[in-house]
């Protein structure tokens, strides 16, 4: 077969439904612990159209919907512990999974779509840089080539694009003078290009900012990071054995219906991953408790999605010894501690897993612990920043992604959407469901890890395949998709993902991928999109009771059971 510098490309196209119940049984196979019952594997029904919706040779989308299939199974199997249902039947629409990436993008405020709605008066700014309109706040985050002709750089502007513009020579003072996205561009890329790679890697590293190579697949698992995450599974997560063995932890008695009815969800989370998790675990019945600072800087564009829906969130401040003491408090309280900060960032203010541990033993009752980071559990940049671009840029995606476009060899291009931070939020959700599952059968308590590089990774596996050439261009007839280069941001791009779907099919205008709320404060009428999994009783799938909020928007409360 040919190959792409490390990444397999198919021989023959297979429709996205069989695509899925073959990719099904691979990940299924290496998921430690996942079930062998065949009636829950071919219970699973994929429906929805042959092609994939989504630009570009990776299999994204077939990648994607099988996490959210396995997410139904493990909550089919927490439903057959409760004695709920005996069901076998999960339900994954795929065109919906490939809509699932631009969750963010898809939301309409009282027939506002697009930009439109960040400019909201009832949407708050969390980001004044990115609000400004400052070309090179705005081009911050590209890929450049380097000083070796071939080697290029994901920059990223992270949540302060002044410093690591300061880091390579650009000072706010030039703002006034750059005043087109073109010119900003031509500026940063001729100070990166006064770098070798290796050179910018290591600034970036020595100044705790992040960034990437553009790797190959196989350039990315040659390094000693790749090799590192390439020795875990996707779906990773372990019984924390030096604890004191803890009984099993019975699921709480509940009139709701849906899986994880009376779970409690501590979400320390930022920006996309994470908070897509805490929003799964919403809709399969969790109280999820979202916890901010006004103090820190978030993606805006959340807040409206369904990425808030389902949840409490409230402001705390950790400087604050009063509002350390409520944290501590909730996670006293809590089944479940997501944390999508830096790994063991955390820990150094007294909230890390060995704390969360403690805890568990002092009460008796088993605690799940899941990190969600950029590049997973251990090895050289495991404390390392990172965003989605990055990971792309690290694993391969966008090096993959500039070769369907013909670029030359080693030049990134970004993929179409948040696929990798959107994506890696359901494989939490998944990690997480895992560890509640096997926390009621065999007791103790877990700590799992997700990251946005290892999922890249997994959708490069030679075993998972790229689609073929041809089959790319005739995605891109379907849904004449724009072409895009380097210097791509991701949030226009993926509108105009969005605009080629909403001239060239009815993908967007299905609204059973959609659900409404009336009630909520950003207008009133909210359309978000809707969870993917259903199950074949309304009364137990996935569904999210309350609309979404925005940041640090509740006064803080226990838990409502505890």
Not at 63 to 88: D, F, K, P, Q, Y
Not at 356 to 376: F, H, M, P, S, W
Not at 384 to 407: I, K, T
Not at 411 to 422: A, E
Request: overall charge neutral; aromatic content about 8%.
């Amino acid at each position: 077969m040919a190959t792409v510098r490390g990444a397999t490309i198919d021989t023959e196209f297979l429709p996205v439904q069989a695509e899925c119940k073959r990719l099904l049984r691979i990940l299924a196979a290496r998921t430690p612990g996942f079930t062998k019952d065949e009636a829950l594997l071919n219970g699973v029904r994929f429906h929805g159209d042959d092609l994939p919706c989504i630009p570009g040779p990776i299999k994204s989308q077939a990648v994607t919907a099988v996490l959210h299939a396995m997410v139904g199974i493990v909550g089919l199997e927490i439903l057959h512990l409760r004695g709920i249902t005996s069901s076998t039947a999960t339900h994954v629409d795929t065109n919906h999974a490939g809509l699932y990436p631009a969750t963010v993008a898809l939301v309409n405020v009282d027939g506002q779509t697009g930009p439109a709605v960040i400019k909201l008066p009832t949407v708050p700014q969390w980001d004044k840089d990115r609000a400004s309109g400052s070309p090179l706040v705005y081009r911050a985050t590209a890929i450049y080539e380097t000083a070796v002709k071939g080697v290029w750089f994901q920059l990223h502007g992270s949540l302060d694009s002044w410093k690591m513009l300061a880091l390579i020579g650009i000072s706010r003072d030039l703002d006034a003078e750059i005043r087109t996205n073109d010119d900003a561009y031509g500026l940063i890329q001729e100070r990166v290009r006064t770098y070798r790679p290796r050179e910018i890697e290591q600034l970036m590293v020595e100044k705790g900012l992040s960034g990437s190579i553009v790797y190959s697949p196989e350039g990315w698992r040659q390094t000693e990071m790749g090799q590192s995450l390439l020795r875990h599974p996707l779906v990773n997560y372990t019984q924390q054995t030096q604890c004191p063995k803890l009984a099993p932890t019975p699921f709480p008695k509940s009139d709701e219906k849906r899986p994880l009815a009376g779970i409690k969800v501590v979400e320390l989370a930022r920006i996309i991953a994470g908070t897509a998790a805490g929003a799964a675990l919403a809709s399969m019945g969790a109280e999820v408790v979202r916890i901010n600072s006004s103090k820190l800087k978030d993606y805006t564009p959340a807040q409206p999605s369904s990425l808030m829906a389902g949840k409490t969130t409230v402001e705390l401040d950790l400087e604050n010894p009063a509002d350390h003491e409520k944290l501590m408090r909730l996670f006293e309280q809590a089944d479940v501690i997501l944390q999508g900060y830096r790994l063991r960032s955390l820990e150094r203010r007294g909230f890390g897993l060995q704390a969360a541990l403690q805890i568990a033993n002092q009460r008796g009752k088993g605690i799940i612990y899941v990190d969600e980071n950029c590049y997973g559990p251990d090895g050289c940049y495991a404390e390392r920043p990172g965003w989605q671009q990055v990971a792309d840029a690290a694993a391969g995606s966008s090096y993959v992604m500039g070769q369907s476009f013909g670029c030359p060899q080693g030049q990134g291009v970004l993929p179409s959407l948040p696929i990798s931070d959107m994506s890696t939020g359901i494989l939490t959700a998944l990690t997480i469901m895992c560890a509640i599952r096997d926390r009621a059968k065999f007791g103790g308590s877990y700590h799992g890890h997700a990251s946005l590089t290892a999922y890249n990774m997994a959708t490069l596996d030679p075993d998972v395949r790229l689609y073929q050439r041809q089959v790319v261009q005739k995605i891109n007839d379907q849904y004449q998709f724009p072409t895009w280069s380097s210097d791509a941001h991701v949030a226009p791009l993926y509108y105009s993902i969005l605009d080629a779907w909403d001239k060239h099919s009815d993908l967007i205008k299905d609204e059973n991928y959609y659900v409404h709320f009336s009630d909520s404060v950003f207008g009133t009428d909210l359309r978000v999109l809707a969870p993917v999994v259903q199950y074949a009783d309304q009364e137990y799938s996935p569904k999210w009771k309350s609309p979404p909020v925005p940041f640090c928007y509740h006064e803080f409360s226990n838990f409502s059971h505890t």
